[in-house]
């Protein structure tokens, strides 16, 4: 079985930074893709950040310049730097991984993390 946990969260100040972290673990042969997403209460979840394993970045507008992906392949382990956040970052973050557990087979398992909660103050 493979899991995603994730660590980081928290209550933090408009202006400040804060760092998440997400760790894949269980059979894994390679990790693909791996982002973070977010769902605020009464909202959509939606694509905050993502990053394929030969690093290449994509960012939702809101939060260009403010956040940054980042990934270390031999760990199986996702960041997200968070810094300058605002209140309307509050949201439940959520890592997700494509994760290719054998390399006898070409399935790939779209892996969730259970979600940890950012709080931003103004």
Sequence with gaps: ???????????VQAGGSLRLSCAASGRIFRVNAMGWYRQ?????RELVASITNSLNTNYADSVKGRFTISRDNAKNTVYLQM????PEDTAVYYCNADIRPSRWSDSILKVWGQGTQVTVSS
């Excluded at 079985?1 to 209550?11: H, T």
């Excluded at 605020?40 to 959509?44: D, V």
């Excluded at 810094?83 to 605002?86: D, I, L």
């Design 40 to 44: 605020a209460t009464g909202k959509q």
């Design 1 to 11: 079985q493979v899991q995603l946990v994730e660590s980081g969260g928290g209550l």
């Design 83 to 86: 810094n300058s956040p605002k």
